[in-house]
């Protein structure tokens, strides 16, 4: 498996066609995915790794990281509807590769999580449209839930995750500053492709 062979497994998820925008769904990038879950896969964060996609949407990180050989992979999304297409692409990866996966589905709030994993990988509501700090609850369950954090935010919450990060006792860098491909997916958006400023994070716990 190659980063290329990936990222083109990727490609072929479905999508969430309806997507709710109090939930803030948008579809992650298989070019972003690919990106970051093969370096968290060259970290040695990911191969036999229990693994937590929360917000999984379609699925895309958790079934990237089970690819690249996670030990199990938990998926939350509060969307019923996510969990159902998370649940049918994770069926045509199996289908593709051979394989079965250990996957585990959670239709609930992300306060609701309660298992404790490696890894986890999230593109958590930025809470524009959702809930206010939305983002907030997405970073503090998942610094109780592991040690290791990929997150995408607003290119202007720097101050937000690093300080938040700091009063958990981990450790917060920049892994990836990227303009973040938006499809036209809601009633105001003007253009069939835009892109929003977003900053990528690797958290890290002190204790790690």
Not at 111 to 137: A, C, M, W, Y
Request: proline letters at 2%; a neutral charge.
């Amino acid at each position: 498996m190659t980063k290329k062979d990936l990222k083109k497994l990727l490609t072929k998820l479905k999508q969430i066609e309806e997507s709710k925008l109090e939930l803030e769904q948008y579809q992650t990038d298989p070019d972003i995915v690919a990106s970051v879950v093969w370096h968290a896969y060259l970290s040695g964060e990911i191969e036999n790794k229990q693994v937590a996609d929360l917000g999984c949407g379609n699925g895309i990180f958790g079934i990237a990281s089970l690819i690249l050989g996670a030990k199990k992979c938990f998926f939350l999304d509060l969307d019923k509807n996510a969990i159902k297409i998370t649940k049918e692409n994770i069926k045509l990866i199996e289908e593709e590769l051979g394989k079965k996966f250990d996957a585990e589905f959670l239709n609930k709030d992300i306060s609701e999580f309660k298992e404790k994993v490696d890894t986890i990988l999230q593109n958590p509501p930025f809470g524009i449209q959702s809930e206010k700090h939305t983002d907030r609850n997405f970073l503090i369950k998942a610094m109780t839930s592991a040690t290791t954090i990929y997150s995408i935010h607003s290119a202007d919450s720097g101050d937000f995750v690093n300080k938040l990060a700091k009063d958990h006792n981990f450790t917060a860098t920049i892994f990836e500053e990227l303009n973040f491909p938006v499809k036209h997916t809601y009633s105001f958006h003007k253009h069939e492709k835009s892109t929003v400023k977003a900053t990528i994070w690797k958290i890290e716990s002190f204790k790690r």
